[in-house]
T-cell receptor
């Protein structure tokens, strides 16, 4: 089942903060976050694992609430380079073999 | 390292034609996968492989075949192209399974079926 991402779109001015969310109807074993710029491939941002381990980007933080089956990505002091589409991918089986991606959130940072 | 490479970058097919999308990685990654991306749909998993000789289906496997004879290569075959297969196709690889490993994506193949 595809995770649900919210909000659908975000428009920011440089320097502002944003939070984007990812919710699953099933238990989460890990959540991945990727950013994709127009016409390019998705690029890895973060992995959050059940149990609290995180791997990823220094300037982007994220949370993982196992009980609520949700993850949030926090973008602080946004830069123009943060613009793009953000996807979360969830592992709902613990089998370590499949990610199911959400539809993505478009984030635009303006000067 | 070249990372993940895909060929061709663009392809136009007629309905009923077959073709193979190529994917190769030079990072000695065990896990490889194919996704398709359609507007507003996100990335949907077609097939994946956890190592040479082992493949399995994702969520949208119909109309596609894969094989993995080497660690480096993971080609995707379209058996009889249909307009519904018009999409952007991404190949990805990771060191091990998805849980704790970031996926590296190739640049994509834009396929149009007329």
């Amino acid at each position: 089942q595809q995770p649900v991402q919210s909000p659908q779109a975000v428009i920011l001015r440089e320097g502002e903060d944003a939070v984007i969310n990812c919710s699953s109807s099933k238990a989460l074993y890990s959540v991945h976050w990727y950013r994709q710029k127009h016409g390019e491939a998705p690029v890895f941002l973060m992995i959050l694992l059940k149990g609290g381990e995180q791997k990823g980007h220094d300037k982007i933080s994220a949370s993982f609430n196992e009980k609520k089956q949700q993850s949030s990505l926090y973008l602080t002091a946004s830069q123009l380079s943060y613009s793009g589409t953000y996807f979360c991918g969830t592992d709902n089986t613990g089998a370590n073999s499949k990610l199911t991606f959400g539809k993505g959130i478009t984030l635009s940072v303006r000067p | 390292n070249a990372g993940v490479t895909q060929t061709p970058k663009f392809q136009v097919l007629k309905t009923g034609q077959s073709m193979t999308l190529q994917c190769a990685q030079d990072m000695n990654h065990e896990y490889m996968s194919w996704y398709r991306q359609d507007p507003g749909m996100g990335l949907r998993l077609i097939h994946y492989s956890v190592g040479a000789g082992i493949t399995d289906q994702g969520e949208v496997p119909n109309g596609y075949n894969v094989s993995r004879s080497t660690t480096e290569d993971f080609p995707l075959r379209l058996l009889s192209a249909a307009p519904s297969q018009t999409s952007v196709y991404f190949c990805a690889s990771s060191y091990s399974g998805v849980a704790g490993s970031e996926q590296y994506f190739g640049p994509g193949t834009r396929l149009t079926v007329t």
